[in-house]
């Protein structure tokens, strides 16, 4: 499905807002059911990252329900771990709003060519260029995380630890040097970006040229905001 880019960025980020600003459960569902499917599916090959985060995130937002909204009638006792009502709640909420982020950004990234995204938005949506760079970094830098991420696991087997970091310990010492692995690529790509004339380069006009998988994502985009506003109103 071949979708302008300016199309995608307006739909992810139409997308999030929606699910930001959404507090009924039913509309959170609806958003989640629409796009963490077709998102699965789209980004399935390029977005294994989304996928890691997603569950780390959900991991974190467990211990924050219970541990700050874990009022009302136990659901599950399990040992000294007690969970109630307000936390299943407080974490179904918050599950669903990220399901249907992560939906979005999977179909904006799946189906987005990054440097037809940088001309789109550069050009066509008039984004300033600091922005448009710091976006590129970012996405540029996702796949290379993934491959990072696989090279530090296979190193933690190599001196005879678990390929999987699932202590508290194991899993902040890959996580920081992940993050020192970024931080140090992402100083020298701007470098080289600023050698190459990042800031002097001219704007050129881009067209816009909406096909079928525009029209798709618009008229999901629409089902969406539908929704959303009747919720608020009825």
């Not at 179909?107 to 260029?129: H, K, N, S, V, W």
């Not at 976006?135 to 190599?158: K, N, P, S, T, Y």
């Not at 001196?159 to 040097?177: A, Q």
Request: contains cysteine; charged residues 20%.
């Amino acid at each position: 499905m071949k979708s302008d880019p300016t199309t995608l960025f307006i739909y992810a980020l139409s997308v999030t807002v929606l699910s930001m600003v959404s507090r009924d459960p039913r509309v959170l569902l609806a958003l989640a059911l629409l796009n963490l499917p077709l998102g699965t599916y789209l980004g399935r090959k390029r977005g294994v990252i989304f996928f890691l985060l997603y569950f780390l995130g959900l991991f974190g937002i467990f211990l924050n329900s219970v541990a700050f909204s874990n009022q009302g009638t136990a659901v599950l006792d399990v040992g000294p771990l007690v969970v109630r009502e307000g936390a299943v709640k407080a974490f179904l909420r918050v599950f669903l709003r990220l399901s249907s982020i992560l939906g979005a950004a999977l179909i904006f990234y799946g189906l987005a060519d990054i440097r037809e995204l940088l001309d789109a938005l550069e050009c066509t949506m008039r984004i300033p260029r600091g922005f448009v760079f710091s976006l590129a970094v970012g996405l540029r830098m996702l796949a290379l995380l993934q491959r990072d991420a696989g090279e530090i696991l296979e190193m933690r087997a190599q001196r005879g630890h678990s390929r999987r970091p699932l202590t508290p310990g194991s899993l902040s010492s890959f996580l920081r040097t992940l993050l020192s692995v970024a931080l140090e690529r992402g100083l020298w790509i701007g470098v080289a970006a600023e050698l190459r004339g990042l800031s002097l380069r001219e704007r050129r006009p881009r067209p816009y040229r909406p096909g079928l998988g525009d029209v798709v994502l618009l008229v999901l985009l629409a089902l969406q905001l539908t929704i959303t506003i009747l919720s608020m109103v009825c």
